[in-house]
Nanobody, 118 residues
Framework: QVRLVESGGGLVQPGGSLTLSCTAS????????LSWYRQAPGKERELVARIAPRFGISSYADSVRGRFTISRDNNKSTGSLQMNSLEPEDTAVYYCDARRLGGTRDYWGPGTEVTVTS
């Protein structure tokens, strides 16, 4: 299994930027697909971005494409989510998720809160 811890959340003004980090420990990080989800108050958890174990192959939700960038460093067992041009609608708790290639179990971090407000 893998354990995940997010960091980097906080309060930011509209138009600002934040970088979230996800630190993994446990099983071999490169065996896992890494994803970022978010859950806004009163809403369901939604997928924000996902990155494959190798070659930087990534995908994004339409709402963040062009503003957010997902990346990972397999040598350091870390992932990140660079968020630019933040909007109030991006306010949510952001979760790092890992799923082993070919597996069905999701491993979650405890989340980090992002608040976008003037």
């Amino acid at each position: 299994q893998v354990r995940l811890v997010e960091s980097g959340g906080g309060l930011v003004q509209p138009g600002g930027s934040l970088t979230l980090s996800c630190t993994a420990s446990g099983d071999t990080f490169i065996d896992f697909i890494l994803s970022w989800y978010r859950q806004a108050p009163g809403k369901e958890r939604e997928l924000v971005a996902r990155i494959a174990p190798r070659f930087g192959i990534s995908s994004y939700a339409d709402s963040v494409r062009g503003r957010f960038t997902i990346s990972r460093d397999n040598n350091k067992s870390t992932g990140s989510l660079q968020m630019n041009s933040l909007e109030p609608e991006d306010t949510a708790v952001y979760y790092c998720d890992a799923r082993r290639l070919g597996g069905t179990r999701d491993y979650w971090g405890p989340g980090t809160e992002v608040t976008v407000t003037s």
